[in-house]
């Protein structure tokens, strides 16, 4: 076992990825404020991207690991914001189905654009060789199913 360098201690690798991570979200909300959707939250990107073309709220909550009640307490304010709606299943009149309207599809292709934009930024400061190395490596270390959506439930546990 290599001796710990005492400038970088273990801990601060996961403090510096959250850090980079909060930077990234905070810049892209930042944005789409600008672009008319200062009301989204960093929860939301989770919601709707879990939502996709449809779910119900109980599948909803088992995507982003929470309840089915905190799942749907999400779901009536986007419905109040204008970002999801609510319609009856065709495949079964007992379900409701919560989809994203045209302003939440909206809000999710913005936010590709504007991650594209922020990813050249770290391009342009780091160089678009380094910010590769950086995603190679990350996906050397992190497990295939990187992109799970329970985040919002992970960090509620």
Same mark, same amino acid.
């Given at each position: 076992?290599?001796t ?5 201690p273990?801990? *601060?690798? +996961? @403090?510096?990825l ?12 930042? !944005? $789409?404020?600008?672009?008319g959707?200062s009301? *989204?939250? +960093? @929860?939301h ?5 879990a939502?996709?073309n449809?779910?119900?709220?109980? !599948? $909803?909550g088992?995507?982003l690991g929470?309840s089915?009640?905190?799942a749907?307490?999400?779901v009536?304010r986007?419905?109040a914001?204008?970002y999801l709606?609510?319609?009856d ?6 379900r409701?189905?919560?989809r994203p309207?045209d302003r939440?599809?909206?809000g ?14 770290w391009a342009a400061?780091l160089?678009?060789d380094?910010?590769a190395a950086?995603?190679d490596?990350l996906r050397r270390m992190?497990?295939?199913d ?5 985040v ?6």
């Amino acid at each position: 076992m290599a001796t710990p360098d005492p400038d970088r201690p273990g801990f *601060l690798l +996961p @403090l510096l990825l959250l850090a980079g991570f909060r930077t990234l979200i905070d810049d892209l909300h930042a !944005e $789409l404020a600008r672009q008319g959707h200062s009301d *989204l939250r +960093p @929860l939301h990107g989770f919601v709707l991207q879990a939502v996709s073309n449809g779910t119900t709220a109980s !599948e $909803l909550g088992q995507r982003l690991g929470v309840s089915k009640q905190a799942a749907g307490k999400t779901v009536d304010r986007l419905v109040a914001l204008g970002y999801l709606e609510r319609a009856d299943d065709p495949a079964d009149a007992r379900r409701k189905l919560v989809r994203p309207t045209d302003r939440g599809l909206d809000g999710l292709r913005r936010s590709a654009v504007v991650f594209d934009q922020l990813r050249d930024r770290w391009a342009a400061t780091l160089g678009p060789d380094r910010v590769a190395a950086i995603e190679d490596d990350l996906r050397r270390m992190v497990p295939a199913d990187v992109f799970r959506l329970d985040v919002p439930g992970w960090f509620g546990a």
